[in-house]
């Protein structure tokens, strides 16, 4: 995508807004293949979710650890060609508890290895501040108009439920 061929319309807070904008241009006939919409000043946020202690690392491990186990397994069981189905599942239930042992060893290594530097549990997402909608700049005005029109008509809505 060229982006000096494009041409800012509109800037929204959210996503929502901006997918209901663009629908709203679906919905008047413009041709959408010709909008994009992009996320702007992106920023990390970390979102923490609990504490961490010796048995959430353990069970967190044991986890991560058994399927891993249970898809290693049931591939080894495939391999015997005489009852492939009963050794896939024998060995995938085999996996699943070598993998979680497994696991759960390593998690509490890990989170021993940390010393307490770490915690607390969290999940991170990348998140934009904001949302553009875009356009070829052959289409703009007609885009930018017809957003305004979508602009009024909220406005007249908030007005009559007031």
Do not use: C, H
């Amino acid at each position: 995508m060229d982006e000096r061929n494009r041409r800012t319309i509109a800037s929204y807070a959210t996503y929502a807004e901006a997918e209901r904008a663009v629908d709203y241009l679906s919905d008047q006939g413009f041709p959408v293949e010709r909008v994009a919409v992009i996320g702007r000043d992106l920023q990390l946020v970390e979102q923490v979710v609990g504490r961490l202690n010796y048995g959430k690392a353990a069970l967190s491990g044991a986890a991560s650890g058994a399927l891993p186990g249970v898809l290693i397994g049931w591939l080894f069981g495939l391999f015997n060609w005489l009852n492939p189905v009963l050794s896939a599942l024998l060995l995938a239930l085999y996996g699943l508890i070598f993998g979680a042992v497994v696991g759960a060893l390593l998690g509490l290594i890990m989170y021993a290895m940390q010393r307490g530097r770490r915690d607390f549990t969290s999940v991170s997402a990348m998140q934009p501040s904001r949302y553009e909608v875009v356009v070829d700049v052959e289409v703009a005005d007609r885009a930018a108009a017809l957003l305004d029109q979508l602009g009024s008509r909220e406005a007249g809505k908030t007005a009559a439920d007031g």
